[in-house]
């Protein structure tokens, strides 16, 4: 298969419609679940799929092992070239490598005026033009709505967009009536998208809880495929 | 004195540049009463720490060759390989860990976990030896020995476990309490020779009383009796010393001590966890390549009565001729003895036989396996293996990685050319990774290596011990061609000119062949090409390998398949098919797509976070992929892929832009093509040469 065809019959696309063209410029969405259900698979195929479009993606993360990381995206990336039957994958894969920058921080250390400066400095000084930032571990736990509010201008003056994971730590019920996590409503107004991961009977599930302003966010057909680790439809 | 394997331990002491290496391999030395008197790294006196051997370490606080010294603790005796700290010398490091059994790692309390750390732990892997942690210098402002050993968890994912904690840190430092004897431990006397045993200071006891549990926790799942002993709460030191023994043998468990070598603080301690905790030679199984066997791996047996194996590990050319160090593995090797070079084929005398310990020897009779000794005036190689006669094993080469860079000297007279061919002869034998070659267009000498600096400590060398007044040309990147395209070729060698004429016909293909030098593969059928010429063709191939046609480097990277080709009963030789496989090889080289390729380097730098924007710009300056960024409170690490041929220089550019406060290390990775920019330059550069010398 071609690249390009590669990209239009990527599972995201149907994200992309559901959430209305996408993410944005400018705007933070954000994947929530229980630990270990797939956030960070998620993430990564997201950062993934932007790759194969030659975008560049700044991958920042709290945990302090590089080598794991790049292990993601080795994977995912063998999933995607072996499934779909990538041709020159070999040559791809070096173009993608080129285009992701992991930039890894201290949880305790790091406060969020330190991760934006080397943001910046990485676009600035080291000319890489990134379009996505995926932040894996993010604690939103300690953080609060103004931390969050610094990553969303960050983006609106770059002109990028932020997706973040946020592991919920809470008691059940994890979600109110309208499946919002109730340990996040604090922060919706720096949320522009916000997409729920559930277990669900061997497969993980997807759902679109908030999307933009859009009052009632629509149905996402999507699941983790919990052996290739990939979002697929269901 | 003879020992038994049990009371022998080969270690080495391995270390990030500036943690304090050479200061506690001086420390050790003088506990263990080989030295009567200690000197700093950058000697205040004059003299330098014993082991720097060489001037210019002196002069410039680094450690360059690995000098081997014996010294004899609490009825053991320990060889102790010192490495060098610069990752431009881990040829000398990877040569070392070679012969080891086991390694102290030394780290800076404050600096922690940096990338020669890194390095050195990934080359302890591929050795398979395993290591005790030190962390050096709490005496220093900012001492952390908690976070160093979170670091060794998290960074390099080791089973860290302190056997020690401090009482006091930075300028209240004083002792460490000693987790197994749950003891406080006090280092007095003028150079901390006295070691004073306590109780634990009331205020470190629930801190002790936790790390001690965790300790056991650990431990125990290294031996059934002490877990059955902990849980009633009467586990014995000896059950402790053996579980922690076991776990780190086996690379499972890395057992942390600390203090502070130039505060003469916790290096007795160490010693002591030598001793228990590395593993003695019969622990470790080496192996040989039975070359009577089709080098069929055999295991070597460590009885001293068996027939000696040996390995020469390291070579010193001194005042009183060639000091080959060796490693013996098996057997004893006896002053007086014959031995037999299983690579040269050539026998030798064992004459002087001697133990070293710095610059000084002590003379010995024999030298038991496991044991590490000098021979004197041996005429070998390094990596050779030295056996009894009659066997004929060798030990498996040591890794000896291409050179990437090199450079022409240029001797100002006749005299200073013989002192030049003096030195490099003793280095090239010395150092394998350092080589040289007479470039036969421009018939000056070229040096080759792993790295400018790698380069810039020989020619100091020249200069200053063999009095050598040279110039040096620019450095030079060993680029490489290859081809990226299959390609074929029907190529016809005649020649008619009087006398026997020359003819050979070859058909077939090149392709690509990623991650190998060369391949070739006969598919030549119904002897359309005679037998007896089919090396001709290989031989032809090869011979137009060595050097390309866009920029004159060697091409890499591909498969030649012969698949027919025609002779002539009288006029098909030897160099007409020779001649037909070069012809061949160009009529598909302009076709297969050839490109140019360039060494990558393997860049890591480290420095305080407010320089990281100066750092991203002076990788991507440098036409630089930066990989990574860690940031781990005030210090961030940037791990890069940067051309080689971009990075002349970047030690000055990088202290400048940082204040002098970032250090960088760089080795090798890959090759990869070069830009097609860059590779229009180059061979552009190459056509003018070229005209150039024709015009000559």
């Known amino acids: ?234 | 004195m003879k020992t038994g394997l049990g009371q022998l331990r080969n270690i080495g002491i391995s270390a990030h540049i500036d943690s304090g290496k050479t200061t506690l391999t001086e420390r050790i030395l003088f506990y263990c009463k080989k030295i009567y008197r200690m000197h700093e790294v950058k000697g205040k006196d004059g003299v330098g720490a014993t082991m720097d051997s060489m001037e210019l370490e002196r002069e410039r606080g680094i450690t360059i060759s690995s000098a081997a010294t014996n010294v004899t603790w609490s009825g053991h005796q320990i060889n102790i390989i010192d490495t060098p700290g610069h990752v431009d010398f881990t040829i000398e490091v990877e040569r070392s860990l070679r012969v080891l059994d086991g390694a102290v790692l030394v780290l800076c309390s404050v600096g922690g976990v940096q990338s020669q750390t890194i390095t050195v732990d990934r080359q302890l892997r591929r050795y398979g030896v395993p290591w005790i942690a030190f962390v050096n210098k709490l005496d220093r402002v900012g001492a952390d020995p908690l976070k160093v050993t979170n670091q060794l968890r998290d960074k390099l994912g080791h089973n860290a476990v302190l056997l020690e904690i401090p009482i006091g840190l930075e300028g209240k430092h004083e002792g460490i309490v000693d987790l197994v004897a749950m003891k406080a431990v006090y280092f007095d006397g003028i150079q901390g020779e006295i070691v004073r045993m306590e109780e634990i200071p009331a205020e470190l006891g629930p801190e002790a009383k936790k790390r001690r549990a965790e300790l056991l926790d650990a431990a125990s799942l290294y031996s059934d009796e002490l877990m059955e002993a902990a849980l009633k709460g009467r586990e014995t030191q000896e059950q402790i010393i053996e579980a922690v023994r076991r776990g780190t043998i086996s690379k499972a468990l890395t057992p942390v001590f600390m203090g502070s070598a130039y505060k003469n603080k916790g290096v007795q301690p160490l010693l002591d966890g030598v001793v228990r905790y590395l593993p003695n030679p019969a622990e470790v199984e080496n192996y040989a390549y039975d070359l009577d066997h089709s080098a069929k791996q055999i295991k070597l047996n460590p009885d001293p009565r068996a027939a000696a194996v040996a390995l020469a590990f390291k070579l010193e050319d001194g005042p009183y001729g060639q000091l080959t160090y060796i490693r013996v593995y098996q057997g004893e090797i006896k002053k007086g003895e014959g031995l037999f070079n299983t690579r040269s084929r050539q026998k030798l005398r064992v004459g002087r036989l001697v133990r070293m310990h710095a610059e000084s020897m002590a003379d010995i009779e024999g030298a038991e396996s496991g044991d590490i000794a000098a021979l004197f005036g041996v005429d070998c190689q390094s990596g050779d293996t030295l056996v009894k006669p009659g066997l004929n094993l060798a030990m498996s080469a040591i890794y000896v990685p291409e050179p990437v860079i090199s450079l022409a000297v240029l001797p100002a007279s006749a005299k200073s050319a013989d002192n030049l061919s003096k030195a490099l002869k003793r280095f090239t034998k010395e150092d394998p990774t350092f080589r040289t070659y007479i470039d036969p267009e421009s018939k000056q000498t070229i040096i080759q290596g792993m790295g400018e600096l790698h380069l810039d400590v020989y020619i100091e060398r020249m200069k200053r011990e063999y009095k050598v007044d040279l110039q040096t040309g620019m450095p030079e990147v060993a680029y490489r061609e290859s081809i990226s395209l299959r390609a074929e070729f029907d190529y016809t060698h005649k020649k008619q000119t009087g006398g026997a004429g020359q003819f050979g016909r070859v058909t077939g293909a090149i392709e690509p062949l990623p991650g190998k030098p060369y391949e070739f593969v006969n598919e030549v059928k119904g002897g359309r090409i005679p037998r007896e010429f089919i090396p001709s063709c290989d031989k032809g191939f090869r011979a137009a390998l060595r050097k390309g046609k866009l920029i004159g480097f060697p091409i890499t990277g591909v498969k030649v398949v012969l698949m027919d080709g025609q002779s002539h009963e009288v006029d098909s030789s030897d160099p007409a098919f020779q001649a037909a496989a070069q012809g061949a090889f160009w009529q598909a080289y302009a076709k297969a797509k050839p490109q140019i390729l360039e060494p990558i380097m393997k860049l890591s730098v480290e420095g305080p976070v407010e320089f990281v924007g100066s750092i991203f710009g002076s990788i991507n300056q440098r036409r630089g992929l930066i990989v990574s960024t860690i940031e781990d409170g005030i210090f961030a690490r940037v791990d890069a892929e940067v051309p080689l041929s971009e990075m002349f220089g970047y030690s000055t550019v990088l202290r400048s832009i940082t204040q002098g406060k970032a250090e960088f290390t760089m080795e090798f990775l890959k090759y990869a093509r070069v830009p097609a920019q860059i590779a229009e330059k180059l061979t552009a550069e190459h056509e003018e040469k070229n005209k150039k010398e024709k015009a000559k």
């Open chain 1, 1 to 234: 298969m071609l690249r390009e065809e590669l990209i239009k019959r990527s599972p995201l696309r149907i994200l992309e419609t559901s959430i209305h063209g996408g993410l944005g410029k400018g705007n933070v969405g954000v994947l929530a679940s229980r630990k270990g259900v797939g956030k960070t698979a998620c993430l990564v195929h997201i950062s993934a799929d932007k790759l194969f479009q030659q975008k560049p993606v700044i991958h920042v993360s709290y945990s302090s092992r590089v080598d794991h990381i790049i292990n993601w995206y080795e994977d995912i990336f063998k999933e995607i070239a072996k499934s779909l039957n990538l041709e020159s994958s070999a040559d791809i894969h070096e173009e993608i490598i080129k285009n992701r920058v992991i930039m890894n921080f201290n949880q305790e250390g790091a406060k969020t005026e330190q991760v934006l400066r080397a943001l910046s400095a990485m676009i600035q000084y080291g000319k890489f033009a990134a379009e996505t930032i995926i932040v894996d571990g993010y604690n939103f736990i300690r953080s609060s709505p103004d931390d969050l509010k610094k990553f969303k201008d960050f983006a609106a003056k770059i002109g990028l967009e932020v997706w973040f994971s946020a592991s919920l730590k809470g008691d059940d019920p994890l979600f109110d009536d309208q499946g919002l996590p109730h340990e996040l409503k604090r922060y919706l107004d720096s949320i522009d998208v916000l997409i729920t991961l559930h277990s669900v009977e061997n497969l993980v599930q997807l759902r679109l809880v908030k999307d933009h302003d859009y009052p009632a966010p629509a149905e996402l057909r999507l699941t983790l495929n919990p052996g290739t680790l990939l979002i697929a439809e269901p």
